[in-house]
């Protein structure tokens, strides 16, 4: 079986200051991660991927994830946040090879990012 | 370039009437999906396909019929709707459904079940 836990159901940062919105995962084999955001009433769009390759994983919008096994963690951190960052964000996760979680994805709840001018 | 289109992108009905919420992509892929999104629970696997005139259940699928004849469509259709399957759906599809292979989402259709 495999699981997804966002910490946080609502982060509120200032504009130009760091974001990190935090996932912890839990999966029977090695999984891949994902990180998708959803602008309002609109559908959700790929930030970044994590596939075992390299641990730090660079997404579109500079944001980036990493992969943190030992921790199973997938935080999900920018240096710089900017207005039209306010949006929903889901980490992701899926099952490969050999566990019966197998090919399906598998949602966190959402977190809630709000940008403040 | 179309990708991934659903239709309609809103719509109204009364419990117990049937409905059909379409989708259409223009990738080839092999795999696609249906999700329903509500508070607090994310979004939650209903059916998917792995080719035409195969499909499997999702994590919710009770209330729910789907059917693939071509690779390119995937309709959901409620057959006798309630006022619990009021939610967002969207539809989903990858080129397989491996490692690290990434789903891409249509725009989602918001239902309302009065």
């Known amino acids: 079986a495999q699981s997804v836990t966002q910490l946080d159901s609502h982060v509120s940062v200032s504009e130009g200051t760091p974001v990190l919105l935090r996932c912890n995962y839990s999966?029977?084999?090695?999984?891949?991660l994902f990180w998708y955001v959803q602008h309002p009433n609109k559908g959700l769009q790929l930030l970044l991927k994590?596939?075992?390759?390299?641990?730090l994983v660079k997404g579109i919008n500079g944001f980036e994830a990493e992969f943190k096994k030992s921790e199973t963690s997938f935080h999900l951190t920018k240096p710089s946040a900017h207005m039209s960052d306010a949006a929903e964000y889901f980490c992701?996760?899926?099952?490969?090879?050999?566990?019966?979680?197998?090919?399906?994805?598998?949602f966190g709840q959402g977190t809630i990012l709000t940008v403040h001018p | 370039d179309a990708g991934i289109t659903q239709s309609p992108r809103y719509k109204i009905t009364e419990t117990g009437r049937q409905v059909t919420l379409m989708c259409h992509q223009t990738w080839s892929h092999s795999y696609m999906f249906w999700y329903r999104q509500d508070l607090g629970h994310g979004l939650r696997l209903i059916y998917y396909s792995a080719a035409a005139d195969i499909t499997d259940k999702g994590e919710v699928p009770d209330g729910y019929v789907v059917s693939r004849s071509k690779t390119e469509n995937f309709p959901l259709t409620l057959e006798s709707a309630t006022r619990s399957q009021t939610s967002v759906y969207f539809c989903a599809s990858s080129v397989v459904a491996v490692a690290g292979d990434t789903q891409y989402f249509g725009p989602g259709t918001r239902l309302t079940v009065l």
């Open positions: 992701v996760v899926r099952g490969n090879a050999g566990g019966t979680s197998y090919g399906k994805l598998t």
């Open positions: 999966s029977s084999y090695s999984p891949s």
């Open positions: 994590y596939t075992s390759a390299a641990t």
